[in-house]
């Protein structure tokens, strides 16, 4: 993601076009986490959108400390925790639904690009990531992907650190047992 | 060394790897790898995992094609609604400011701030009326 200084502050200052110029540039980014936090394509779209909407009134708060990349996966991440607490309230399951992903392209591909890039270890990556538990998924998105601190990601998921680090070291075990042959391959 | 101190130090070495953090390792971890060829090719495998998460942040994910009209579309129409509640505001900010002005002069006491309200409310309705947006916006 690279948003200009210029159409941060001209969307601070109301500029509708700046606006637009900034979800254009951004969106597939927040589109990004939201799915690797979420784990399904129709939440992670709910959450993009929200994101943006948040972003109307708040984008005036941010002050430059950060990288504007930094504080939007922060409001990303936060939309997309708020979504799974209200998910997991009503108690609907979700669930990773893979050949939706579009990232994956079709397994019969004669493309020769493309059948490379459902093999690459990215790619693979993600899938895997999808098939964690939501507690393990959420932590090492958050961390190992993203960055963020064990501090951030306590505060926002609710949780103490210690436990954050133990669902970042569960999540790092299984993922490493379920990408065996590709990690090797490496 | 025996074949069970090696599977000991090797339990002892592999519990540290999913750390990532191989500036802690202590020395004795450190002289095992030097000749566990396993524990050596698991490091590597957890190494390979953290460079590939950490390489996924600017890997982006294609979004459907329609998201970026749905959020465009979403984003103006809630500024749109935003602007009218706060145009309206304003408005009723510069009713009351002025009516107040003119009882005063007027020296008009009781029952003001009954008509005062009603007064806003009126224009407040109006206003929103003709920008064709519901009161509720
Ligand atoms: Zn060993």
Redo the contacts with the bound molecule.
């Keep these: 993601m690279d948003v200009p200084d210029s159409v941060i502050k001209a969307c601070q200052e109301g500029d509708q076009a700046a606006f637009e110029e900034l979800i254009r540039l951004s969106h597939a980014s927040v589109y990004s986490l939201s799915l690797r936090i979420v784990g399904n394509p129709e939440d992670a779209a709910e959450v993009t959108q929200d994101v943006f909407i948040k972003l109307l009134r708040v984008i005036k708060q941010f002050r430059g400390e950060a990288k504007f990349s930094t504080w939007l996966y922060r409001v990303t991440s936060n939309v997309a925790i708020t979504l799974l607490r209200r998910r997991s309230r009503r108690n609907v399951e979700v669930r990773m639904e893979q050949e939706d992903w579009s990232l994956m392209p079709a397994a019969d591909s004669s493309d020769p690009a493309v059948a490379a890039e459902q093999h690459s270890l990215k790619a693979r990556l993600d899938s895997a990531i999808a098939s964690l538990p939501e507690d393990y998924r959420t932590v090492v998105v958050m961390k190992d992907v993203y960055g963020m601190a064990f501090e951030e990601i306590a505060g926002q998921l609710g949780i103490q650190e210690g436990t954050a680090r133990v669902r970042l070291f569960r999540a790092r075990q299984k993922l490493r047992i379920m990408l065996h042959d590709e990690l090797a391959a490496e | 060394m025996s074949e069970k101190a ?2 000991m ?2 339990v002892k ?2 519990e540290l790897f999913p750390a990532f953090d191989e500036q802690k390792f202590p020395p004795e971890v450190l002289g ?2 030097e ?6 090719a ?1 490091l590597s495998e957890f190494r390979a995992l953290s460079a590939g998460l950490g390489s996924l942040a600017t890997a982006d994910i294609q979004p459907p094609s329609w998201l970026l009209g749905a959020i465009t579309e979403r984003v103006a129409e809630t500024a749109r609604r935003r602007a009218v509640v706060e145009g309206a505001r304003r408005q009723m900010g510069r009713v009351t400011t002025g009516a107040s002005r003119q009882l005063g002069e007027h020296r008009v006491a009781t029952g003001s701030a009954l008509g005062l309200a009603m007064l806003a409310g009126a224009l407040l309705f109006g206003r929103t009326r003709k920008h064709g947006v519901k009161a509720a916006a």
Aim: proline fraction near 0%.
């Design positions: 090696d599977a130090e090797c070495a592999r095992h790898l000749g566990c060829e396993e524990c050596k698991e």
